[in-house]
């Protein structure tokens, strides 16, 4: 398996709840295709962005490392594209 950067930015009208929920789920698409959470960073936290994005100026960034195969990673990219929540995610190869 190989490691991961992955970064994902949240919506920022979700409440500490929804997006505790939000991380929890979109961190267990990995845990559930075979992939290992290494570190979870929400240090950036609320920001505004370069850019609006479907009409949105402001999201929560979140930086997880992980340990993870193709299968995991494919499937990664599949579902936040459809989740709602997820306004951007991006998954780079980590350094070793």
């Known amino acids: 398996m190989r490691k991961y950067e992955v970064m994902y930015i949240l919506k920022a009208d ?4 929804a997006r505790k929920e939000a991380i929890e789920g979109v ?3 990995i845990v559930e295709n075979g992939g290992k959470i290494l570190g979870i960073d929400e240090s950036m936290g609320l920001r505004d962005l370069a850019y609006p994005i479907e009409d949105e100026v402001k ?3 979140v930086v997880v490392q ?3 195969d193709n299968k995991a990673t494919d499937e990664f990219n599949r579902r936040v594209k459809i989740d709602p929540r997820v306004l951007r995610h991006l998954i780079v190869v980590a350094h070793e």
Not at 14 to 17: G, I, K, Q, Y
Request: hydrophobic share 45%.
């Open 14 to 17: 979700l409440d500490e709840a």
């Open 27 to 29: 961190n267990g698409i």
């Open 59 to 61: 999201g929560f960034y």
């Open 66 to 68: 992980i340990s993870a």
